[in-house]
């Protein structure tokens, strides 16, 4: 069983930070990718940032440069530095783990609230 436990959600006014973090436990043996999406209520869930190993990580075009991922490989770990958030930064964040690039499994956090209002 693979937990993914999420933290570091809340709310911040427009233009502060926020760092999120997402920490995979159990039985994992390889992780190919880990990332963050997100989702609003009544649309679909957008990738916002990806690791995949060896592989310089991925921004979703919407982000400009606002946000940073990072992974921590010893504690299988991932990180999202929000910074200049925007209103529209508001949604629930969700980690994702995939252990294989294919025929692999994937897992999801419970997600976490992130507002950005004044």
């Known amino acids: 069983q693979v937990q993914l436990v999420e933290s570091g959600g809340g709310s911040v006014q427009p233009g502060g930070s926020l760092r999120l973090s997402c920490a995979a436990s159990?039985?994992?043996?390889?992780?190919?990718?880990m990332g963050w999406y997100r989702q609003v209520p009544g649309k679909q869930r957008d990738l916002v940032a990806r690791?995949?190993?060896?592989?310089?990580?991925y921004y979703a075009n919407f982000l400009k440069d606002r946000f940073t991922i990072s992974r921590d490989n010893a504690k299988n770990t991932v990180y999202l530095q929000m910074n200049s958030l925007k209103p529209e930064d508001t949604a629930v964040y969700y980690c994702?783990?995939?252990?294989?690039?294919?025929?692999?499994?994937?897992?999801w956090g419970q997600g976490t609230q992130v507002t950005v209002s004044s």
């Open positions: 994702h783990v995939r252990t294989h690039a294919f025929g692999g499994t994937q897992y």
């Open positions: 159990g039985s994992i043996s390889h992780i190919y990718s």
């Open positions: 690791i995949i190993t060896g592989i310089s990580p």
